[in-house]
């Protein structure tokens, strides 16, 4: 197979013989152990969810633009963000990129022929559909109306919805996520292509291990306090009503204890793919390339100690509010370096423009932005005024859509090719991409400003005095609405009517660049032998050519 | 390509060596016995919060509990773990493979009677005097709210223990299948090595779940 | 079309930035949130520039363009690091110190109790009057929340005074606030509590101290809380084992608020609201030493309203021979 840069005057050639096709048949599918189809079941599965959740969102967002509610009564309203919720968290952005973009790539950045155990991979994937399905039955046959978090009494003694069938959705799902978590760390300690050190891997790789140390470790906390929650609910038996003895915050110190980590589950693999993408589109190595490395890390260790801030106002001890926030602000400090680092990467480099980079670029801006307004919320004055309102909401969906959600964008876009061996539009993507960003803001700046003037979240109706901000986040979610279904249909559409790609469309580094789009399903004809550092982009040093031409001058 | 006729049975081919196998399947088994203890841990650490906040109601609850049986079932555990590394060690000395088979049957055995203990002598009996909440609870009495709370992380806590033993029987019965087979030998017997770990780990909960559910308050004469 | 343009910026012109302020920790909490939205926008336009900047000056002009090799000085990694992390110092230390303050109530503070039920609240004045879902206090005066759940858990949550605790079931929890701004402002709940946790709301009326006398006097004449317990503490037969001397079956409770007692378990709890909850519903807990535990338990007998006021009658015993020691 012909590894050579795709030649402007000869359109490159798609391989005859690829993982796509290699067997056919919806039991090869079904079956399959290649860790490449088995990311697009996934990719497949998590884009159902995402329409579901989306779908909730949108129903919501309707509702809101009149203050005695448009659509709803409050009970359905509150069925609505709740689903939205648990859908969103546990069923589309905990596995979502992971699951699609890290079972298809890690194997192919690291050099090997798939993940140390494809078995467990294709039942994670089982697990994952069979916890969905039970969500999605007490979705559909009613409902759950307690909030994503769940928090007893309420939950337990009080609501009269599936609590049991959603309950053990998310616990079985939480199975996938620790599977998959397993066979990430263990794929890449072990199978690392010779040559392959570890300050040799590219970041994303760092950031899937370390969101996979989150996986082993915080999800089986969330998967035994959904299993007592469920156990009171059937037995009838109070492990958190006070009435008997229980303890309602206990529960939340355990929700908490995963939940907070989970955030960073679901970040972390979005910082992974913007340093792919900023040193792809700049073609210059990643400043500081330990730096980022070291930041994925810590904020994985330290994401585990933090998760108090998220019950300052419960009446907890003064000194366990001043230690969470301590350590809050410390949580802060990796993510800021990481968007030092990015921004520095740009400078000398050789920019350009296609939609995955503006997805990057935009990832950048917000989550700076959301990551900034998480301060407000780790400093213990500001957070007794702003817990519960919808400052909340904006900080939260500032980091997890326009950060985590566009880094996501951004890695279907940059690895498409690879993926499905054409390209897509990129003026569509563009427009797409800008579309997102500006819906986006328009739909949750003037919920910074809704939160501050005290308008708490989960309202089904609200004060006539909020109604303009109201408006104004309802008319950007239909924008933005709007931004996520044109990528859906150019997408498919490339599937077949797009230009072939070649093996390196983008001219980047990375061994995935260096085999056939699509790749075959053993991914190396012979197991590569690396030499080279990561981002391995040729660059001039400026004292042997200061008069070159093409030498960017400061 | 890599020379097939040098591989044993049983080598996945997403490995370029054995070696290479043997360390991912032993890094899976401990990462995955990680997450056990945090499962578990979650449980223990829910235990251990309510043990403070109703030590008075614990004591008297935990007073319910036979300690013959839960002492009896320790040894018996701590046996099956024996078989069980013996089991191993027989492969890996290279022994025949009715020795293993022995070994491990006799780590059912064992397993089987833990269960058989517990069903039959401790929570039949918690049925039958109504002591399972949920299911059989006879309240009143000296029946506080907190005796039911420690009756609760009872069952819950050994029950997942249970129903890890119970796969660990399944665990068990497949290796059997597969030694009898003659899929093990003095240069691969891998999965006899990592699922011996888990039935270890499983083991080792029950060691910390006995002194912590059977024992407290202790036990004096007359008591 | 032109003539819209004007009437629609005039309506987001009505928007207003920040909530009332109308306490005595409002505009301290509103300088920390300044300089928090200040150091984002410094810090987000900064981003915004370089980046801005770096797109134009470093776009790729020619395909095949190399760039010039950039490396990473160790100088530059720690002052992006130690800087960001000074900031993040200065302002836990402000923001704990404000903290630390707030949540101590100055020991003059009028007692107000809270009943959170879904979908109300309950108010309970010392003096006796009773509101639902609004809070009459004067201005100028310390006022505590003692706050408990009958369902659920709820918040309490005062945005013109940036005050917010949540409210929980089975024990106690308290707010402080001084109001500085005569005027009405809202009052919400915060906490998910189910159906109709967005109409669980209502308003905090601040009022000169003639205006409130005059609401205090106005109202039907209804006796204090700790009058009503005291009734209580008779009907419920709790007087035929708890005698003011203390030679009955139980320890007497004169005095007994706010000291610490050792209890039969060995552990030493502070008397207070929750404890005295915590005796009345499952006694045998916190039974002493010296005394059989033989009390009943009034689980299901008492409601939230009787458990304030048995606890202010409580609260009230040998109060006279505390000030005066």
């Known amino acids: 197979m012909s590894t050579a840069t795709a030649d402007l005057h000869q359109a490159p050639a798609e391989p005859a013989v690829n993982y796509l096709n290699a067997s056919y048949g919806i039991k090869s599918w079904l079956l399959t152990l290649d860790h490449k189809r088995i990311g697009l079941l996934y990719l497949a599965s998590i884009t159902v969810m995402f329409v579901v959740g989306g779908v909730a969102a949108t129903l919501m967002r309707l509702h809101l633009v009149e203050p005695q509610g448009a659509l709803f009564e409050p009970e359905t309203y509150n069925k609505m963000f709740s689903t939205h919720g648990i859908i969103m968290v546990f069923f589309f952005l905990v596995p979502s990129i992971p699951a699609t973009l890290g079972n298809f790539l890690i194997p192919l950045m690291i050099g090997a022929r798939d993940v140390a155990f494809p078995k467990l991979n294709l039942m994670s994937w089982y697990i994952f559909m069979t916890g969905s399905a039970l969500a999605l039955y007490g979705t559909i046959s009613g409902g759950v109306d307690t909030g994503w978090t769940f928090y007893p009494p309420y939950s337990s003694l009080y609501s009269e919805t599936h609590v049991?069938?959603?309950?053990?959705?998310?616990?079985?799902?939480?199975?996938?996520?620790?599977?998959?978590?397993?066979?990430?760390?263990?794929?890449?300690?072990?199978?690392?292509?010779?040559?392959?050190?570890?300050?040799?891997?590219?970041?994303?790789?760092?950031?899937?291990?370390?969101?996979?140390?989150?996986?082993?470790?915080?999800?089986?906390?969330?998967?035994?306090?959904?299993?007592?929650?469920?156990?009171?609910?059937?037995?009838?038996?109070?492990?958190?009503?006070?009435?008997?003895?229980?303890?309602?915050?206990?529960?939340?110190?355990?929700?908490?204890?995963?939940?907070?980590?989970?955030?960073?589950?679901?970040?972390?693999?979005?910082?992974?793919?913007?340093?792919?993408?900023?040193?792809?589109?700049?073609?210059?190595?990643?400043?500081?390339?330990?730096?980022?490395?070291?930041?994925?890390?810590?904020?994985?260790?330290?994401?585990?100690?933090?998760?108090?801030?998220?019950?300052?106002?419960?009446?907890?001890?003064?000194?366990?509010?001043?230690?969470?926030?301590?350590?809050?602000?410390?949580?802060?400090?990796?993510?800021?370096?990481?968007?030092?680092?990015?921004?520095?990467?740009?400078?000398?480099?050789?920019?350009?423009?296609?939609?995955?980079?503006?997805?990057?670029?935009?990832?950048?801006g917000l989550f700076t932005i959301g990551g900034l307004t998480g301060l407000f919320l780790a400093s213990l004055a500001t957070d007794v005024h702003l817990n519960g309102t919808y400052f909340i909401v904006a900080h939260f969906h500032y980091i997890m859509v326009g950060g985590a959600v566009m880094a996501y964008l951004g890695g279907i876009h940059f690895w498409w090719p690879k993926i499905s061996g054409r390209m897509y539009p990129d003026m569509w993507a563009r427009i797409s991409a800008a579309i997102i960003f500006l819906g986006f803001n328009l739909t949750f700046f003037p919920q910074f400003m809704l939160g501050y003037l005290g308008m708490p979240r989960r309202y089904a109706i609200y004060p006539a005095e909020f109604q303009v901000l109201n408006v104004l986040s309802s008319a950007g979610a239909s924008i933005l609405g709007i931004g996520y279904v044109i990528p859906l249909i150019y997408l498919t559409w490339s599937m077949r009517y797009g230009p072939v790609a070649g093996p390196n469309p983008w001219k980047a580094k990375g061994l995935e660049w260096t085999i056939p789009s699509p790749p075959p399903t053993e991914n190396f004809e012979k197991i590569p032998i690396v030499t080279e550092p990561a981002y391995n982009y040729p660059a001039i040093e400026a004292h042997d050519y200061p008069d070159a031409p093409g030498v960017a001058r400061v | 390509m890599a020379v097939h006729s040098t591989h044993p049975p049983g080598f996945a081919h997403q490995f370029e060596t054995v070696e290479q196998q043997r360390e991912a399947g032993h890094l899976g088994m401990w990462i995955f016995l990680a997450t056990e203890i945090l499962f578990f841990g979650g449980m223990f650490t829910a235990y251990v919060v309510y043990r403070a906040l109703h030590l008075p109601s614990f004591i008297l609850g935990s007073h319910e509990l036979l300690v013959k049986f839960g002492a009896t079932n320790t040894a018996v555990l701590i046996c099956s773990s024996l078989t069980m590394a013996l089991a191993i060690r027989t492969a890996q000395t290279g022994g025949s493979k009715g020795t293993i088979i022995v070994w491990l049957l006799l780590t059912m055995a064992l397993g089987a009677a833990f269960l058989g203990i517990k069903l039959r002598y401790e929570w039949y009996r918690d049925y039958v005097e109504g002591l399972i909440p949920g299911v059989s609870w006879l309240s009143g009495g000296t029946h506080t709210p907190g005796v039911k709370m420690f009756m609760c992380f009872y069952f819950f806590m050994t029950g997942l223990h249970a129903l890890h033993m119970v796969v660990g029987l399944g665990i068990l019965t497949v290796l059997v299948v597969m030694t009898a087979r003659n899929r093990f030998s003095a240069e691969y017997y891998a999965p006899l090595e990592i699922s011996g770990l888990y039935w270890h780990f499983v083991d080792i909960v029950w060691i910390f779940l006995f002194p912590l559910l059977y024992l407290i308050g202790g036990r004096y004469p007359g008591s | 079309?032109?003539?819209?343009?004007?009437?629609?910026?005039?309506?987001?012109?009505?928007?207003?930035?920040?909530?009332?302020?109308?306490?005595?920790?409002?505009?301290?909490?509103?300088?920390?949130?300044?300089?928090?939205?200040?150091?984002?926008?410094?810090?987000?336009?900064?981003?915004?520039?370089?980046?801005?900047?770096?797109?134009?000056?470093?776009?790729?002009?020619?395909?095949?363009?190399?760039?010039?090799?950039?490396?990473?000085?160790?100088?530059?990694?720690?002052?992006?690091?130690?800087?960001?992390?000074?900031?993040?110092?200065?302002?836990?230390?402000?923001?704990?110190?404000?903290?630390?303050?707030?949540?101590?109530?100055?020991?003059?503070?009028?007692?107000?109790?809270?009943?959170?039920?879904?979908?109300?609240?309950?108010?309970?004045?010392?003096?006796?009057?009773?509101?639902?879902?609004?809070?009459?206090?004067?201005?100028?005066?310390?006022?505590?929340?003692?706050?408990?759940?009958?369902?659920?858990?709820?918040?309490?949550?005062?945005?013109?005074?940036?005050?917010?605790?949540?409210?929980?079931?089975?024990?106690?929890?308290?707010?402080?606030?001084?109001?500085?701004?005569?005027?009405?402002?809202?009052?919400?709940?915060?906490?998910?509590?189910?159906?109709?946790?967005?109409?669980?709301?209502?308003?905090?009326?601040?009022?000169?101290?003639?205006?409130?006398?005059?609401?205090?006097?106005?109202?039907?004449?209804?006796?204090?809380?700790?009058?009503?317990?005291?009734?209580?503490?008779?009907?419920?037969?709790?007087?035929?084992?708890?005698v003011p001397e203390g030679n009955g079956r139980a320890p007497s409770l004169v005095g007994v608020y706010g000291k610490p007692e050792k209890l039969q378990s060995g552990e030493t709890r502070v008397v207070d609201e929750s404890l005295i909850q915590q005796a009345i519903l499952t006694p045998n807990s916190v039974h002493l030493p010296n005394y059989q535990p033989v009390m009943p338990t009034y689980q299901g007998q008492i409601d939230s309203d009787q458990m304030l006021e048995l606890i202010a009658y409580v609260k009230s015993l040998g109060s006279e021979e505390r000030n005066g020691k």
């Not at chain 1, 972390?268 to 890390?297: N, Q």
């Open chain 1, 164 to 364: 049991v069938a959603v309950a053990l959705g998310i616990f079985i799902a939480g199975f996938s996520s620790i599977l998959t978590g397993l066979n990430f760390i263990v794929t890449i300690h072990k199978m690392r292509a010779p040559g392959m050190t570890w300050f040799r891997l590219p970041l994303f790789i760092w950031a899937l291990y370390a969101t996979s140390l989150i996986f082993v470790l915080g999800t089986p906390v969330i998967a035994i306090t959904v299993f007592l929650l469920g156990l009171e609910r059937l037995l009838h038996v109070g492990i958190f009503d006070p009435a008997v003895g229980g303890d309602p915050l206990l529960f939340q110190h355990m929700f908490w204890f995963y939940s907070h980590p989970a955030v960073y589950i679901m970040i972390l693999p979005g910082m992974g793919v913007i340093s792919e993408l900023i040193t792809a589109f700049s073609r210059k190595k990643i400043f500081g390339y330990s730096f980022v490395a070291f930041s994925s890390l810590s904020i994985a260790v330290i994401s585990f100690i933090v998760w108090g801030h998220h019950m300052f106002v419960t009446g907890q001890a003064i000194y366990a509010g001043l230690v969470f926030s301590v350590l809050s602000f410390l949580v802060a400090i990796p993510s800021a370096v990481k968007v030092f680092n990015w921004t520095a990467t740009l400078y000398r480099g050789s920019i350009s423009y296609e939609a995955p980079m503006l997805y990057a670029l935009g990832f950048i």
């Open chain 3, 1 to 242: 079309m032109m003539g819209l343009l004007p009437s629609g910026f005039g309506v987001l012109a009505t928007v207003p930035f920040q909530p009332p302020a109308a306490s005595s920790i409002a505009e301290n909490v509103d300088q920390l949130y300044l300089v928090l939205s200040g150091i984002t926008a410094f810090f987000t336009v900064l981003i915004f520039s370089i980046i801005f900047v770096f797109m134009v000056k470093y776009r790729r002009r020619k395909e095949d363009e190399t760039p010039v090799s950039t490396h990473t000085p160790l100088v530059v990694e720690l002052t992006w690091t130690i800087i960001p992390s000074l900031i993040c110092a200065v302002l836990f230390v402000w923001s704990a110190a404000l903290y630390v303050q707030n949540g101590r109530p100055p020991a003059s503070s009028t007692e107000v109790f809270v009943i959170g039920k879904q979908w109300m609240w309950h108010l309970q004045h010392p003096e006796g009057p009773r509101e639902i879902n609004e809070l009459h206090v004067p201005v100028g005066v310390p006022i505590k929340l003692t706050m408990t759940s009958q369902d659920v858990i709820h918040d309490f949550y005062i945005p013109a005074f940036r005050i917010k605790k949540d409210v929980l079931p089975g024990r106690f929890t308290s707010l402080w606030f001084q109001a500085t701004e005569t005027g009405t402002y809202h009052l919400f709940c915060a906490q998910y509590c189910g159906t109709n946790h967005s109409e669980m709301i209502g308003w905090v009326y601040v009022m000169t101290p003639t205006d409130y006398a005059n609401w205090l006097a106005g109202g039907e004449k209804a006796e204090s809380l700790a009058q009503l317990g005291e009734r209580l503490f008779s009907q419920y037969g709790c007087d035929n084992c708890h």
